[in-house]
C-alpha cells in the first residue's frame, strides 16, 4: 500500500483478529485505550489507533508486525506517551504497540560501564535500579519517558552540555525492522568502524524506520561530589551571555539552565521558595570536591562580570534534588500561572552565539502577546524552549501560538539551527524540514524510509513531510 | 551496471577523455599517479585506478561524478593515502578522485567551538591555522591523515577516550551523491532531533555512500594544563587493568596509551630514551593546574595498587611533545626493529572488562611466532593494535600474520567487540562484517547502500562483503 493510501476497514478486522489470536486481552480496542494512545502531552489533537497491542517481548513485537504487514495496516510505537510533537498519533489509523510492559532491564555490567534495558525502561526506574552501583544514566529529558521512546526522538534534556544526548550514549539496539524482522545495530564496543552506523540511524528515527525494543547505554560514574548554584541576572540577556561564556571557556559544567521572570516566579510559587524573580541560571557542577569548587568559582568570576548577583548554592543533596524537582515539574508551574491554560511548547537550538540574538528575536516578536510568554532553555547547548500559555478555547491565541512558534523556528534555522533540538519532530515539525535541511536532504530521508519501510506502514506522516 | 559487472574498457576511456575536457591536466593517467593512489599505508597489493582526478571543489567533484555515472565508471576517494584496510585501492579500476588540493580551512567560529573545512585539509593543518585561537581539534589518529579521510573512516585514536571519536566531532558535512547532488547533512547547531541522522550516516561509510568534501568540526579549548606521565609495570596485564581502573573509576584521562616490552624497546631507540623496557603506559591529563594534579594523583595511587613503578612526569610542552611525537612515529621505530619487515597492524576493540583476556589470548597464540609480535593500544576505550613484524617476502610469515590476525578478529567479536576499532573496513576486514553483526545488519547496510548508490558506482568492493 502507498503511504497515504486509505486504510480498507476490513483490513484493519482482520489484523485486529490476528492479534487477538496472538495476544489474546493485550490487544485492545476499547475508546479508553485507543483515546489514551491517541495522543501525547503537547496540545496536537487526539487521533487514535484502531486497537491497541500490548507487547511483552520482542518476538511478539515482531510478530505483531508481521500481522501487520500482511493486512497492510499501520504500526505506532508507543512508549510513555510523553512526546510533544504529536509522535504516538495514529494518523491513519491502524495499531499502536504499547511498549511499556517491556520494562525489565536486562543486563547492568559495571564492569564496562554499559547496561541493557528493555525499550520500556523509563529513566528513573533504570537510575534507581542502578542505586547500589555507584553509576547512572545521565540523560534527562524531564519527563517520565522510556528509553526505547527517547532513544527513538533523540532526547537530551538538562544535562546533554556535560554528557551529551541519546546520540551519544546509544552503544546498541534491537530494532524490529518492518518485515518483522530483528536487527541488533552493533555490539558493546566504545568505539568501532565496523561498516554503517546503524545505531544512529535508529536513533531519532521515531519509530518510522524500526520499532527499538532493546537499548544498550552507556553509564557513568555517580560523580564524587556534585553542587549546585543558582545567580540571578538583571536582564534575560545578561544571563544568556553568562552561560555562553561559561561554555566558550570551556568550563565543563553538567547544567546550565535559563529561567526567565515568568519561569522564577512560577518556580516560586511551585516550590514555595522565594528566588529573585528575574532571569537566572541554574548550575550543576560535577567532579571531585576541589574539581566542582573550581568550577563553580571559574563560574561565579564569568557571572559577576555579566552583572550576576545572589550567588548562592544549593548545599546539599536534599536542597539540589528540590532545585531540580522543581525544575523537572516546570511544566505544571507554568501551567498553574494561568488557570485553564494549555502550555504551547517551542524547541529550537542554535549556534550558542546566536542564543541570545534568537532569545531576543522571540520576545520583540510575542511583546503584545495575549497570553503569558515564558522562556527557559539548556542554554549550555544553545537549546531553549519558549512557553506560550494559550487558551485552548480560543482559537486565535492557537493561532497566534503557532504563527510564533513558526516565526521563532525560521528565525533559528537562519541563524544556522534546527526546528528542533530534543522533541523531535512528529508530526508537529514536519513542515519545517525541508526549509532546515533542503530538498536533497529530504530526499536522501525519503530513500531511506523506501529502503527499511516500503509499504509506509511505520508510524506513517511522522518526519517527513506529506508530497 | 551491477557492482562485480567487468568494466569496459571503452566506458573508461570515454570517462578519461570527458575527465580531460573538465579538468586538463588535474586527470592525469601516468603510471606513477595511477600506483601512488593504487594502495594506501597497509600491505594490501598494490591496484592502481585507470586514471586520478584531481579536484578543486565540491562543484567539480560533482561534475567527475556525472561524468563517471554516466560512463558506469567507479569511483574512489583519496584524502593522504594513510588508510589501513586497502580503503583506497581500486579493486575494479576506474577513477581515483584524490581530494588533497581541496585543503582550505573555509570558516573558523571560536564564538561557537566549530570550523568548517574543505576535506583535503589535515588534522595537523588545522591545528596549526587554529594556533592563535586557543582552540584545537583533538581526534589524532597518528597519521597524517585529512579530516575528510578521518570523516569517511570514522577515526579516531590516542585521545578519543576523552575527546571522542570522528562520530561525536563531526557536526555536519558536505557529501557529494552517487547521481552527483550535493548534501549538506545537517546544520551547526550542537544538538538536533530533527530527522534521520545524515551525518552520522556518511560518517565510516568510506566513500561508498558518497565523496565527502566538506566537514564542519566542533573544536576544543585548549586546557589551561596538560600533563603527561609514564608509567612501567612488571608485566602486560598490570598495565591493562590499570587503564581498566583508571576507566572504571571515572578519571577523565585525556590519553592512557599502552605500549608493551618490544614496543618500548623500540620506542626507546626510536626517540633515544631510556624508559624502563617493560609493558608501560604513557597517560595525559588536561584540565586546570589542580585538577590535572588531582587526576594524576588518582591514577598514581591506582597504578601503585597493580605494581606499576616509575611514574615520571614529562615535565614541559617540549618533553611532552617529543613523548607524544615518538608515540605517533611507532609505526616506524617498530618496522626499526626488523629491518626490511613490513608492519602487519590488527585493530580490535572490546568491552573494556575484556581487554586483558583479549590481549592474554593474542599472545598465548603468537607466543611460537617466528617474527617479533607488539602490542600497543588505545586502551582507554579497550581498542588495541597488535603489530607483527613479517618478511613480506616470506609468503609463510605473511601467512601466518594473516591467521593470528583472524583469530585476534574473532575472539574480539566473541568477547563482544568489533573487528575494526579505528581503521574502517575497507576490504581487508570486510569478510569478517557479517560475523560481527549477522545476516539481518548486513541486508540493513546492503539496503542502504542500494538506496544511495545503486548503480555501484561509489568505492565497489569495500565494506561489504562481496555476494
Not at 533540538?421 to 536522501?444: N, Q, T, Y
Amino acid at each position: 500500500m502507498s503511504a497515504a493510501a486509505p486504510l480498507a476497514p476490513s483490513a484493519v478486522e482482520a489484523a485486529i483478529a490476528d492479534l487477538k489470536v496472538l495476544l489474546g486481552e493485550r490487544c485492545s480496542t476499547t475508546q479508553a485505550d485507543r483515546e489514551h494512545h491517541g495522543r501525547d502531552e503537547s496540545p496536537h489533537p487526539l487521533c487514535p489507533p484502531d486497537a491497541v497491542a500490548y507487547a511483552l517481548s520482542t518476538d511478539e513485537v515482531s510478530a505483531i508486525v508481521r500481522i501487520c504487514r500482511r493486512h497492510g495496516v499501520p504500526l505506532i510505537a508507543f512508549g510513555a506517551g510523553t512526546s510533544l510533537e504529536g509522535h504516538t498519533s495514529a494518523l491513519r489509523g491502524g495499531v499502536t504497540v504499547d511498549l511499556s510492559r517491556m520494562n525489565a532491564v536486562l543486563s547492568v555490567r559495571p564492569e564496562d560501564l554499559d547496561v541493557t534495558v528493555q525499550c520500556g525502561v523509563t529513566r528513573q526506574q533504570l537510575n534507581t535500579h542502578l542505586r547500589d552501583t555507584g553509576l547512572f544514566f545521565p540523560v534527562d529529558p524531564g519527563a517520565h519517558a522510556t528509553l526505547g521512546g527517547m532513544a527513538a526522538t533523540r532526547a537530551s534534556g538538562t544535562n546533554a552540555v556535560r554528557y551529551g544526548t541519546m546520540r551519544e550514549n546509544v552503544l546498541s539496539l534491537t530494532v524490529v525492522l518492518a518485515d518483522g524482522r530483528v536487527l541488533k545495530t552493533a555490539n558493546r564496543a566504545r568505539k568501532s568502524s565496523a561498516g554503517y552506523d546503524l545505531t544512529r540511524l535508529f536513533v531519532g528515527s521515531e519509530g518510522t524506520l524500526g520499532i527499538i525494543t532493546e537499548v544498550t547505554l552507556r553509564l557513568y560514574g555517580i560523580p564524587e561530589a556534585v553542587s549546585a548554584s543558582i545567580c540571578a541576572f538583571p536582564d534575560i540577556e545578561a544571563a544568556v551571555d553568562t552561560a555562553i561564556a561559561c561554555i566558550q571557556s570551556g568550563v565543563p559544567v553538567a547544567r546550565v539552565e535559563l529561567l526567565d521572570t515568568l519561569a522564577m516566579t512560577a518556580f516560586n510559587r511551585w516550590s514555595k521558595s522565594d528566588h529573585p524573580e528575574t532571569p537566572t541560571l541554574f548550575f550543576e557542577f560535577h567532579g571531585t570536591p576541589a574539581g566542582v569548587a573550581e568550577q563553580a568559582a571559574m563560574v561565579r568570576e564569568i557571572a559577576d562580570g555579566f552583572g550576576g548577583s545572589a550567588f548562592r548554592f544549593a548545599e546539599g543533596a536534599e536542597a539540589r534534588n528540590r532545585l531540580w524537582e522543581a525544575r523537572h515539574n516546570f511544566h505544571y508551574a507554568i501551567q498553574a500561572m494561568r488557570p485553564g491554560a494549555s502550555a504551547y511548547g517551542t524547541d529550537t537550538c542554535v549556534p550558542i552565539s546566536r542564543l541570545a540574538e534568537c532569545i531576543r528575536g522571540v520576545f520583540e516578536d510575542t511583546r503584545n502577546a495575549p497570553f503569558p510568554v515564558s522562556a527557559l532553555g539548556h542554554v549550555g547547548d544553545g537549546n531553549f524552549h519558549m512557553t506560550f500559555l494559550v487558551d485552548p478555547a480560543n482559537p486565535e491565541e492557537v493561532r497566534l501560538a503557532e504563527a510564533y512558534n513558526e516565526r521563532l523556528v525560521r528565525h533559528a534555522i537562519a541563524l544556522g539551527g534546527t526546528c528542533t533540538g530534543e522533541h523531535g519532530v512528529g508530526f508537529g515539525k514536519s513542515k519545517f524540514l525541508r526549509e532546515e535541511h533542503g530538498d536533497v536532504a529530504l530526499d536522501v530521508m525519503r530513500l531511506l524510509k523506501q529502503a527499511l519501510d516500503p509499504e509506509g506502514i511505520l508510524n506513517p506522516g511522522k518526519i517527513l513531510p506529506e508530497g
